[in-house]
C-alpha cells in the first residue's frame, strides 16, 4: 500500500508524490539532503514555512473535505506572493545589436539605444519591465553618439556615416538632416540650447551648428586636437565649451565669441568623458588608464588634483551630486567616488 506525499518545491509549487511504505526513512533523508543542497537557505526557508502551513490545512482538509483544499491553495498563493521580492530597478535590456550610446529622455521614463547597425531604439522603462515601443532606421553605419533635447521632442543622432540626424521623437519621422557634416565619421554630439548643439569627428574637429540657420553649414568650426574628440560639455551660463580628446588634451572654446580660449597640456592618456561639480565651479575628466583630472574654474590649462581609479579605462562619469560621481569602467562596472575629500565609495552596479 503507498503513502501520498505532498512537497513543495523551490518555485512554490505543490508536488504530489507516491511513495512505497516500506520505504526507508535513510532513503527519504538521503533524498531531501540532495534537495537541500541545490536550493538557498532563503529558499529553504520558505518551503519550511510553506509547509508547514501545507500541513495545518492538511489536517483542515480531514475535516472539511473539498472546502479545506480550496483554502490551501489561497493560503500557499498568499505565501508566495508575500515573499516575492519587489525590484528597485528596470530589468536588464537584452540587445541583439552591439550598443555604442544610451541617453536617457527628460521629462519622461524612455531610453534611448544606439546601436551599431545605424539603429535607434525607444524602451518605455519601469522596475518591472522593458518595453520596445519602436526601432528607428536612421543612419547606413554605426550610429555613434545620441542626445535628447531640452524639451524631449527631438532626438539628435550622429553617425559614422558623417550624417546628423535630428528625429521627431513621437512620430519617429525625421525633421532634419545633415549629409556629409564633418569630412570624417562623427564622434559626438551634445545639445547646448534650444538652438545649439555641438560636435567632434575622429580628426579632432569641433563644429557648431544653429538650428535657427537654413541649409547645412555650421556656424563655427576650430580644429586643434590629432585626435577624436571624446566628450563636449557647457555649463548653465554657457561661457565655455569644454571638449575632451584622444589625444590627451582639454580644448575650451570661448562659445560667447566662438573663438579658441585655451588648450590643456597632453596627457599620456585619452581623455574620455568630462562632468561639472561644485555648482559648476570645477571641472573632472576621465581618462581612458582610470584616473580622474580635476580643473579649477578658468584654470583649464592644467588639472589642480589627480584622482587615481581603477586599473581600467572610465569610458563615462555621471554626477550624482555635487560631490559624488559614478564612473563607468571599461570592465563593466560602475564604480562610486566621493570628490571633495576624494574617496572611494564602492561599486554601485555591473
Given at each position: 500500500m503507498g503513502i501520498s506525499k505532498k512537497y513543495v518545491n523551490a518555485d512554490g509549487s505543490?508536488?504530489?508524490?507516491?511513495?512505497?511504505?516500506?520505504?526507508?526513512?535513510?532513503?527519504?533523508?538521503?533524498?531531501m539532503s540532495g534537495t537541500d543542497?541545490?536550493?538557498?537557505?532563503?529558499?529553504?526557508?520558505?518551503i519550511t514555512q510553506e509547509t508547514t502551513t501545507q500541513e495545518v490545512d492538511e489536517n483542515s482538509d480531514n475535516n472539511e473535505g473539498n472546502g479545506g483544499e480550496e483554502e490551501e491553495d489561497a493560503v500557499i498563493k498568499a505565501i508566495r506572493e508575500a515573499s516575492a521580492k519587489k525590484r528597485d530597478h528596470p530589468p536588464v535590456i537584452e540587445c541583439?545589436?552591439?550598443v555604442v550610446d544610451i541617453c536617457f529622455h527628460p521629462g519622461e521614463d524612455l531610453l534611448a539605444v544606439a546601436?551599431?547597425?545605424?539603429?535607434?531604439?525607444?524602451?518605455?522603462y519601469t522596475n518591472e519591465e522593458n518595453t520596445l515601443l519602436?526601432?528607428?532606421e536612421l543612419h547606413e553605419k554605426a550610429c555613434r553618439s545620441i542626445d535628447f533635447s531640452d524639451?524631449?521632442?527631438?532626438?539628435?543622432s550622429a553617425s559614422k556615416d558623417k550624417a546628423i540626424m535630428l528625429t521627431d521623437v513621437e512620430t519617429c519621422k525625421l525633421k532634419r538632416f545633415y549629409e556629409n557634416s564633418h569630412d570624417v565619421p562623427v564622434y559626438t554630439i551634445s545639445v547646448l540650447n534650444e538652438n545649439l548643439f555641438g560636435t567632434g569627428d575622429d580628426g579632432g574637429t569641433i563644429k557648431l551648428w544653429d538650428l535657427r540657420v537654413n541649409g547645412d553649414q555650421s556656424i563655427f568650426s576650430l580644429k586643434k586636437n590629432e585626435d577624436y574628440i571624446s566628450n563636449i560639455l557647457t555649463h548653465s551660463n554657457e561661457?565655455?565649451?569644454?571638449?575632451?580628446?584622444?589625444?590627451?588634451?582639454?580644448?575650451?572654446?570661448?562659445?560667447?565669441?566662438?573663438?579658441?580660449?585655451?588648450q590643456s597640456e597632453e596627457y599620456e592618456e585619452e581623455l574620455t568623458s568630462l562632468g561639472l561639480f561644485r555648482d559648476e565651479t570645477k571641472l573632472l575628466a576621465s581618462s581612458s588608464k582610470g584616473n580622474l583630472f580635476l580643473y579649477n574654474w578658468n584654470e583649464f590649462g592644467l588639472h589642480s588634483d589627480m584622482f587615481p581609479g581603477p586599473k581600467t579605462a572610465v569610458n563615462a562619469i555621471v554626477p550624482i551630486t555635487e560631490n559624488i560621481v559614478v564612473t563607468a569602467c571599461e570592465d563593466g562596472v560602475l564604480r562610486a567616488a566621493h570628490l571633495f575629500p576624494h574617496r572611494y565609495l564602492g561599486i554601485v552596479g555591473r
Open positions: 505543490i508536488q504530489n508524490e507516491q511513495e512505497d511504505s516500506d520505504t526507508s526513512d535513510s532513503d527519504s533523508d538521503e533524498s543542497e541545490e536550493i538557498s537557505d532563503e529558499d529553504r526557508h520558505n541583439d545589436s552591439f546601436n551599431i547597425d545605424g539603429d535607434v531604439l525607444l524602451y518605455k519602436q526601432t528607428i524639451d524631449g521632442n527631438t532626438l539628435f561661457k565655455y565649451l569644454f571638449c575632451s580628446s584622444g589625444d590627451g588634451s582639454l580644448t575650451t572654446i570661448d562659445l560667447k565669441n566662438r573663438k579658441f580660449f585655451m
